[in-house]
Structures are given as structure tokens and as C-alpha cells.
């Protein structure tokens, strides 16, 4: 049986904080921030300030076994441009896989006819509850595009080599992006 790394290692101490109250100090489309006030391990109290995150679903889409359909467009809060993988936010009580089908569809006008989990990370554990469950998408037919009215974004095929050059000389650094193609590079069993 697999561990569960929910729970805390009985190899290590307990460092587990308890929840003595919480405040929303602000709710949006995309996100909601929180303000925590907790009792730490050895009885004090701290406040600790997050985000809460619907969760998200990132599609490493492969358009035959060495070329991987990338996306370029500008992310505003670090105000440049960036080459990712699709992915997006889940809708309240989405299935993963039916967001990251969505969402290939939405911005690449492409449908998989083959759907592999990856894999679920936590992005930012210090200050968000953000989860992103990975699919691999094999078998692309072209269909249409249907981006959302504030979507603005290309596609590129990009031969799979070249993408993991980009991984490692920071042209990719989007960490959703990284992730999802060093887990092709090194953990995919094909």
C-alpha cells in the first residue's frame, strides 16, 4: 500500500499547525486569500496569509512521439512572455481530465483520441493550496479553436529535443512547462 504523505511521517516529528480561526481577507474569480491564525507545535500562535486555488489541470500534448504542441502568450503578473504547456483552472467540482480536455480544445483547437494521467503536484506550498494534475495527450485530431474573448495566444509545434534544450537554457521556465516535460523526458516508460 502506498504511503499517504497527507498524514505526517511517523519516522519524523509532528509538525503539524492547528487551525484556530480563519478569515477571508479577499475572493475572486481566480483565487480567494485567506488569513489564518494557528497554534504551532509547541503551543504558540502565528498567522499565516495563503491562497486558495480551484485547482488546475496542464496537458502535455504530443503531436506524434517527438514534437510536443506548445502554447506562447504573456502572463501579466511577471509581464513578459512565456512558452507553456495548455493548462487551466478547474471549474467547482471538475473532473481533472475533463478540464484538461476542455482546455486543449479551447486553445489549441485540438482533440486527443489517447489520455494518459501523469501525475498531481503542488505548486507554491508555502502560500497556495494550487494543485495541477498532468495528462499526456496522444492522438490529435484538429478540430477548431474556441478561445475564451480575453485568450490571446499562439501554438507551435516544437520538436521534443529542442523543448528540452529550452528547459535547460531558461527560455521554458514556466514551472508547470518544466515539470511537465522533464516528467516526459525522464519518468515517461516509453
Do not use: N
Request: with cysteine; aromatic share 10%.
Amino acid at each position: 500500500m502506498p504511503f499517504d504523505w497527507t498524514l505526517p511521517d511517523p519516522r519524523w516529528p509532528d509538525f503539524t499547525e492547528r487551525t484556530l480561526d480563519s478569515v477571508p481577507r479577499y475572493r475572486g474569480t481566480l483565487l480567494d486569500v485567506h488569513e489564518d491564525r494557528v497554534q504551532l507545535p509547541d503551543g504558540r500562535e502565528a498567522t499565516r496569509e495563503y491562497i486558495r486555488h480551484q485547482g488546475a489541470a496542464a496537458i502535455v500534448p504530443l503531436l506524434d512521439e517527438k514534437t510536443v504542441l506548445l502554447e506562447y502568450q504573456y502572463r501579466y503578473p511577471q509581464r513578459r512572455h512565456y512558452l507553456e504547456i495548455p493548462a487551466g483552472k478547474l471549474d467547482p467540482e471538475e473532473d481533472p481530465l475533463k478540464a484538461a480536455q476542455r482546455e486543449l480544445q479551447e486553445e489549441t483547437g485540438y482533440r486527443a483520441k489517447r489520455w494518459k494521467k501523469l501525475m498531481r503536484l503542488d505548486l507554491c506550498i508555502a502560500y497556495s493550496t494550487e494543485q495541477i494534475t498532468y495528462f499526456l495527450a496522444e492522438d490529435l485530431v484538429f478540430e477548431e479553436i474556441r478561445r475564451d474573448e480575453e485568450e490571446f495566444l499562439e501554438t507551435l509545434a516544437v520538436p521534443l529535443e529542442e523543448a528540452w534544450r529550452w528547459v535547460e537554457t531558461g527560455r521554458i521556465c514556466d514551472a508547470k512547462t518544466v515539470a511537465g516535460l522533464l516528467w516526459l523526458k525522464t519518468l515517461s516508460p516509453t
